[in-house]
């Protein structure tokens, strides 16, 4: 069993304090199966809907896995989500049935672990002028909401029909069909019926179970805050108020 670190310790073997040249050279080279696990205290889901008693660590970004995500032609996302699944470390649940925006909240995690406040650029487009601006943004900017409901998986009826609805978990976000639209998502989220029922299910839905549905999304909408850049067209970008979506029309 790997030996399970504070974000602080492991921060102290990435930057090599407290230690020797020749450890911190053996810890540069290392594997992430070779370097102390953070455990997670915190997600976005709140651990709601996993099986009593879970615990999910990571394993910090090393070296070796950024020089291979640098050195690719071109972005592999199956690849890259394949070798972030490898760096956790989870009880009593399959690597499948972890929920999505909890995996990509320890994504970031280990980016600022292993690199501090990295600064990157966004692109925003403004809704009416279609004018698309640049931004520097901080990891440390991006945040996440979690979901408001108590406990998982909320039970409700459609048509009469007892459903089980849960979150959008790896296994659903790689068998996506986004041809299909939200319709889709929806199907996946009904945990107690095979996808081929929930999808017929849920698109032949009425207007009363379509809005209980919209309910239910709101319910669990939950991941990562967008992030907001005010524009103006007369002084480009404006550090007013970065936190509201305003485009001020002339």
């Not at 053996?26 to 997670?40: D, F, G, H, M």
Request: aromatic residues 8%; hydrophobic residues 35%; contains cysteine.
């Amino acid at each position: 069993m790997l030996e399970i670190a504070t974000d602080e310790e492991v921060k102290n073997i990435l930057t090599g304090r407290h230690l020797n040249n020749a450890k911190l050279e053996q810890i540069k080279n290392a594997n992430n199966s070779e370097l102390p696990l953070v455990k997670i205290t915190k997600l976005p889901s709140g651990f709601k809907g996993y099986p009593e008693g879970t615990v999910i660590s990571y394993a910090p970004l090393t070296l070796g896995e950024l020089e291979t995500l640098n050195n690719s032609d071109e972005v592999d996302v199956e690849r890259g989500l394949a070798m972030l699944l490898n760096s956790i470390h989870f009880t009593t649940i399959s690597t499948s049935d972890l929920y999505y925006w909890d995996v990509m909240y320890i994504s970031i995690r280990r980016k600022l672990l292993a690199f501090g406040n990295t600064h990157g650029i966004l692109y925003a487009q403004c809704p009416n002028y279609r004018n698309i601006e640049e931004r520097d943004f901080g990891f440390r900017e991006l945040e996440f909401k979690g979901i408001e409901t108590p406990a998982l998986p909320i039970i409700t009826k459609l048509q009469d029909k007892e459903v089980e609805i849960g979150l959008l978990t790896i296994k659903d976000f790689k068998e996506v069909d986004i041809n299909k639209g939200e319709l889709d998502i929806n199907a996946r989220m009904i945990i107690n019926l095979p996808y081929e029922e929930a999808y017929t299910l849920a698109s032949s839905c009425y207007e009363k179970d379509s809005k209980k549905i919209r309910n239910i999304d709101k319910i669990l909408n939950y991941g990562m805050k967008p992030l907001y850049q005010l524009y103006d067209p007369e002084l480009k970008i404006s550090k007013q108020n970065p936190n509201k979506i305003i485009c001020q029309k002339k």
